[in-house]
């Protein structure tokens, strides 16, 4: 069944193969008509056509994806490409007090009660975060528990392939649990791409002013095959 919402996206991950779908991304952000959180996905990797971070999507046909029970998860029910028909505008309120009422709305402070909870998006705060990178030679567990799709292609890792190092930021809840979490942000692995070349791959963590000495506010999902395995889609 067809709904249409009002989409500010606020984060896309990087794209990963599915022997299904081929090259696809997650998208995930704020339904303003409803307050809440929500994710649409899978989505085709178009360079002319996709969502633009802190940009509103009027009126979004999305429809619910019968492969996926989480409640936040929806489909595109129009084709990529036909995003340019979709009235788009440049969020132009003040940001922090949209993260601040969104974090009041839909925060946590700790990812357990969110697997309690069944919830599969929130937004969370990063006590003392540090960024840093994982050789991906070095990772010996199995690759499917880093994807997002279950039919991985492991002849293209992750969709990543070209990618040597993979973004992790550590850090506390607000209950004082460590935690590990995959950064799967695409701005973060286009970083590699445009910037790391000239600046290094750590100047990634400037770039977002992530310091052990601030916390930050992170937008966090889970996995559909994997519900208790969470990844970072954005910080702010």
């Given amino acids: 069944?067809?709904?249409?919402?009002?989409f500010l996206c606020l984060g896309q991950t990087v794209p990963e193969e599915s022997k299904k779908y081929g090259l696809r991304v997650c998208t995930a952000g704020w339904d303003i008509k409803n307050q809440c959180l929500v994710r649409i996905y899978p989505l085709g990797v178009n360079k002319d056509h996709h969502f633009k971070r802190w940009h509103i999507y009027k009126n979004l046909p999305v429809r619910n994806n019968p492969k996926d029970s989480r409640i936040e998860s929806w489909r595109l029910n129009i084709d990529i490409t036909d995003l340019a028909f979709i009235e788009c505008?440049?969020?132009?309120?003040d940001k922090n007090q949209a993260l601040n009422m969104m974090f009041n709305e839909v925060g946590a402070k700790d990812i357990?009660?969110?697997n309690e909870k069944r919830r599969s998006l929130a937004i969370i705060k990063m006590i003392k975060p540090m960024g840093y990178f994982e050789n991906k030679s070095k990772i010996v567990q199995n690759v499917n528990q880093l994807s997002m799709f279950e039919d991985l292609n492991s002849n293209n890792m992750l969709g990543?392939?070209?990618?040597?190092?993979?973004p992790r930021i550590e850090f506390k809840d607000e209950l004082n649990k460590p935690h590990k979490l995959m950064f799967n942000s695409?701005?973060?692995y286009m970083h590699q791409v445009n910037l790391a070349p000239k600046y290094g791959k750590d100047?990634?963590?400037n770039?977002?002013?992530?310091s052990p000495k601030n916390d930050k506010l992170a937008l966090i999902g889970n996995m559909n095959h994997q519900r208790n395995a969470w990844?970072?889609?954005?910080?702010?």
Avoid: P, R
């Fill in 203 to 205: 100047n990634l963590w």
């Fill in 89 to 93: 505008k440049k969020y132009d309120k």
């Fill in 160 to 166: 990543k392939n070209g990618f040597d190092f993979l």
């Fill in 207 to 210: 770039q977002l002013k992530l």
């Fill in 1 to 6: 069944m067809e709904s249409k919402i009002d």
């Fill in 186 to 188: 695409w701005d973060a």
């Fill in 112 to 114: 357990i009660s969110l």
């Fill in 231 to 236: 990844l970072i889609i954005s910080t702010f």
